[in-house]
T-cell receptor
């Protein structure tokens, strides 16, 4: 079991650029989550999917953020255009069912200059 | 809304000693889960232990155990026989059952430093 795989590990970009973060969940896990971690706000849920369908996106900060899950083994979180306040660590997590805990990836550290 | 409070920003413990991290939460829910996650310098969030609110028995995972007091809304973590590899940020987290499942509410974290 390779765990949840996120790429890239680090991303540095300039304000106004588009950023795409990628996630491969653990095989067989039907739930996928995107979390953001900042010093000011701690860990926050952005969005989660069940069987590739977005269930709760109430945590997505604004329209500049979008997430997709085209199939069971891949998800993206896109920020367009990026802003310095988007700088954070973005985590992807997956879970096989509602009764199971979340398994997190190693996160992507995003820096927007 | 649920809130999770970790009142200890940092704890230091010597190898082989025991340390207890405190966590309190506020909720009107009756059915929920509580978790402790560990975040070492590698940044990965690693599940340490999990407790279902309907279970009275405290969860235990090797050197890690919890003291779950539902009425007091308290969920402390005890690390026994501390090891250098236990150095990490520890987060307490709350999750409702049913709707809004998956929305982990995290505390601010406690940095644990294990010294030789």
């Amino acid at each position: 079991d390779a765990g949840v795989i996120q790429s890239p590990r680090h991303e540095v970009t300039e304000m106004g650029q588009e950023v795409t973060l990628r996630c491969k969940p653990i095989s067989g896990h039907d739930y996928l989550f995107w979390y953001r971690q900042t010093m000011m706000r701690g860990l926050e849920l952005l969005i989660y999917f069940n069987n590739n369908v977005p269930i709760d996106d109430s945590g997505m900060p604004e329209d500049r953020f979008s997430a997709k899950m085209p199939n069971a083994s891949f998800s993206t979180l896109k920020i367009q255009p990026s802003e310095p306040r988007d700088s954070a660590v973005y985590f992807c997590a997956s879970s096989p069912s509602q009764a199971s805990p979340l398994h997190f990836g190693n996160g992507t550290r995003l820096t927007v200059t | 809304a649920q809130t999770v409070t970790q009142s200890q920003p940092e704890m230091s413990v010597q190898e082989a000693e025991t340390v207890t991290l405190s966590c309190t939460y506020d909720t009107s829910e009756n059915n929920y889960y509580l978790f402790w996650y560990k975040q070492p310098p590698s940044r990965q969030m690693i599940l340490v232990i999990r407790q279902e609110a309907y279970k009275q028995q405290n969860a235990t995972e090797n050197r890690f155990s919890v003291n779950f007091q539902k009425a007091a809304k308290s969920f402390s973590l005890k690390i026994s026989d501390s090891q250098l590899g236990d150095t990490a940020m520890y987060f307490c987290a709350f999750m409702k059952q049913g709707t809004s499942w998956g929305k982990l509410q995290f505390g601010a974290g406690t940095q644990v430093v294990v010294t030789p």
